[in-house]
């Protein structure tokens, strides 16, 4: 999930892009830009609610400093659902700062977690006399560093993400899993006709079962760009 009063912009970028954003991106990615800090001080509140016990919450304080800025934002929703067993919960917390180190060099961190709850209704070809008890909870975070830097004909960029979470289903299912990743880019213009760019990035993602003994799981992938 991602708040929308948390996005500055949402942009497109179409074409394959699996080595740097992983092998589901064949035809292009939304890239989600955060809402950034402009003011010394800053303060929103929002709430609303509707019908089947739907209610809203969200907020965010940020604020700026010299070379420093900051923002934590939260977000709180549930409804009871529109049919019967549908009622749902979600709550996210971000946090996220930038650090100006010197001139054209920018240190930004992003992290966020969220916690969900879920009820399945029954399909609308099941027996209406079955009472469904299917249900889902997920628990999920993630943690992002970019080191970014340019000059007058040059661009570099490294960055270290992480992603985490648990899973729990009504039907006994558990798992908990983490991806890994590290990217590098840089780019050159020389004499400023033409621009040089390349890039590399590595990724590892495992899985695993605590119920289960030996159910593990893993996979990494790495690639690069020029």
């Known amino acids: 999930t991602f708040p929308l009063h948390d996005v500055e912009r949402v942009e497109v970028v179409k074409g394959a892009s699996s080595i740097l954003y992983g092998s589901g991106a064949m035809g292009g990615v939304m890239n ?5 800090v402009r003011e010394r001080f800053e303060l ?3 709430g609303s609610a509707g019908t089947w016990d739907t209610y809203i919450t969200s907020g965010r304080l940020a604020g700026r400093e ?5 923002a934590v934002s939260a977000d709180y929703r ?3 659902g529109h049919v019967e067993h549908s009622s749902y919960r979600g709550s996210d917390v971000t946090v996220s700062g930038d650090a100006a180190i010197r001139e054209g060099l920018v240190l930004r961190a992003y992290g966020k977690y969220f916690d969900g709850y879920k009820e399945e209704p029954l399909r609308a070809t099941d027996d209406p006399s079955l009472v469904s008890d299917t249900w889902n ?5 993630s943690v992002d560093f970019h080191l970014e830097g340019e000059g007058e004909s040059h661009r570099y960029g ?4 992480r992603s985490f979470g648990e899973h729990t289903f009504s039907d006994g299912w558990y798992s908990k899993d983490a991806t890994d990743g ?3 880019d840089a780019s050159v213009k020389p004499a400023g006709q033409f621009e040089i760019s390349g890039g590399a990035d590595w990724r590892l993602g495992r899985g695993r079962l605590p119920d289960t003994p030996g159910e593990e799981w893993g996979k990494w992938e790495a ?3 020029a």
């Open 32 to 36: 989600i830009i955060p809402r950034g």
């Open 44 to 46: 929103d509140l929002r």
């Open 66 to 70: 010299g070379a420093f800025s900051g």
């Open 78 to 80: 549930e409804s009871a």
């Open 137 to 141: 909870e997920y628990r999920r975070g």
């Open 158 to 161: 490294a960055r270290y993400f």
């Open 182 to 184: 590290v990217t590098v």
């Open 223 to 225: 690639g690069f760009y």
